[in-house]
């Protein structure tokens, strides 16, 4: 109901509580317009008596109106300050983000793997060390080596756990943005899905294999998590991969 509505509404009321008067008593009674004041006086308390409650009424209704108008301009204003409150979640978060996969780059980077070839010893470097690893379990796969021979395989080279760290790095994001972008944090699926592909799309292709590799043969609490994670492997399916390529 609009405030013209109303206003309308009020007026007819109140002419046809006059017209409903002076047709019964002028009318149908044939009463002439008298003098005395008590008459009028009469006059006022039969209009009071029949406008007041439905005046009220009409109060009443504006009344609520008006808390409801308010009440729509406060959830207007309590989802706005909620959505503040998420973007500026979402700002800090991917702040956090980003300088671990800077940081991981870096890690990356700083891999050196050594391998034996007959009585010699190579050292590879981050992408060529992955594929090297990768080459050595395709040999070890044409001999129809199990899954228990490559994970020795990969012990016996990672020395230094920097097979453990990477994958630990790449946990420990993976983790963040399940837990911190929750859905008791007032966050979605679809979040985190955006967030799992930003993490996988700007980890190098080098790298995710290598995280791969460690997801399929390896016992760590962080490769189990990974591989465990139904989100994260969802969102490697988007882009093509999931666990147990090799």
Partial sequence: MTNLMVIVSAILAMVGVICSYVWHFYYELNFGVSSDPAVWGQLGDYMGGILNPLLS??????????????????????DEIENTRKTEK???????LFNMIDSQRLAFDALRIQFKQGKKTQTKLSTEAVIAI????????????????????????????QLFRVTRIFYIMVKMIT???????????????????????????????????????????????????REFNEALGEVGLQCGLY
């Fill in 57 to 78: 009424f009409i109060s009443i209704v504006l009344l609520i109106k008006s808390l409801s108008l308010q009440n729509q301009a406060n959830k207007g204003l309590i």
């Fill in 90 to 96: 979402i700002r800090s978060f991917e702040a956090q």
């Fill in 179 to 229: 837990e911190k972008l929750s859905d008791s944090e007032g966050f979605t699926k679809k979040d985190r899905s955006i967030h799992f592909l930003t993490l996988i799309n700007f980890t190098d292709f080098a790298l995710l294999r290598l995280i791969l590799i460690n997801m399929q043969f390896s016992d760590y609490p962080s490769s189990h998590y990974l591989k465990n994670n």
């Fill in 134 to 161: 990768e080459d050595e379990i395709e040999r070890l796969r044409s001999v129809r080596r199990e899954d228990s021979d490559i994970e020795q395989f990969l012990d016996a080279i990672d020395t230094f756990d």
